[in-house]
Nanobody
Framework: QLQLVESGGGLVQPGGSLRLSCALS????????IGWFRQAPGKEREGVSC????????NYADSVKGRFTISRDNAKNVVYLQMNSLEPEDTAVYYC??????????????????????WGQGTQITVSS
């Protein structure tokens, strides 16, 4: 079965850092673009970052530009989200997602939820003193 599993969440103080991982199984990462999304209580799920299947294109929400970095390791079938200078507003459940049609996001990617149709279970990030 195709599977996306997020890990690396937890409690961190403002200004701290966390590194999230999205491990893929059942398919080869080379053919799939990956997006990171988050959802805070009372808010809609929003796009945070994405990376094309080629690895040559990345995109970030304005709220995280300069603080978050997305990367991929195709050999390990893992996508990472490095989060620095975390703020309380970053508190949310973070999800990774893909589109099950291969090469849908080959040269670029989008931060819209409609661009993805397969989701992980999410991992909680809490930024608090």
């Amino acid at each position: 079965q195709l599977q996306l599993v997020e890990s690396g969440g937890g409690l961190v103080q403002p200004g701290g850092s966390l590194r999230l991982s999205c491990a893929l199984s059942g398919f080869t990462l080379d053919y799939y673009g990956i997006g990171w999304f988050r959802q805070a209580p009372g808010k809609e799920r929003e796009g945070v970052s994405c990376i094309s299947s080629s690895g040559g294109y990345t995109n970030y929400a304005d709220s995280v530009k300069g603080r978050f970095t997305i990367s991929r390791d195709n050999a390990k079938n893992v996508v990472y989200l490095q989060m620095n200078s975390l703020e309380p507003e970053d508190t949310a459940v973070y999800y990774c997602a893909t589109h099950l049609t291969p090469l849908t996001m080959f040269r670029n990617c989008v931060l819209a939820r409609g661009g993805y149709n397969y989701w992980g279970q999410g991992t909680q990030i809490t930024v608090s003193s």
